[in-house]
Nanobody, 117 residues
Framework: EVQFVESGGGLVQAGGSLRLSCAAS????????MGWFRQAPGKEREFVAG????????YYADSVKGRFTNSRDTAKNTVYLQMNRLKPEDTAVYYC??????????WGQGTQVTVSS
């Protein structure tokens, strides 16, 4: 059974930092590209960041580039999203995502991030 345990969300003031973690199990983590998406109230889910299966390549939405860092620890089957210089517009539910080369996709349950002004 595929499972994700997401943690690290919470309430933070603008300019602060949070580190999200997503621990995965039930699939071969090391061969999956991992990503983070977010969904704010009344808005569609959007891509935030991604990392290749090897960890050698990362991708970011323009809105978070330079502020967020995506990383993975294959030994721990965990992906991280370090979020710095947070803004109120970063407020959303953040979801981790796993994608295989043959298009299998899994989603985490989401963790709330709220940034106060």
């Amino acid at each position: 059974e595929v499972q994700f345990v997401e943690s690290g969300g919470g309430l933070v003031q603008a300019g602060g930092s949070l580190r999200l973690s997503c621990a995965a199990s039930g699939f071969t983590f090391r061969i999956y590209a991992m990503g983070w998406f977010r969904q704010a109230p009344g808005k569609e889910r959007e891509f935030v960041a991604g990392i290749s299966w090897s960890g050698g390549t990362t991708y970011y939405a323009d809105s978070v580039k330079g502020r967020f860092t995506n990383s993975r620890d294959t030994a721990k089957n965990t992906v991280y999203l370090q979020m710095n210089r947070l803004k109120p517009e970063d407020t959303a539910v953040y979801y981790c995502n796993a994608n295989s080369s043959d298009s299998r996709t899994y989603w985490g349950q989401g963790t709330q991030v709220t940034v106060s002004s």
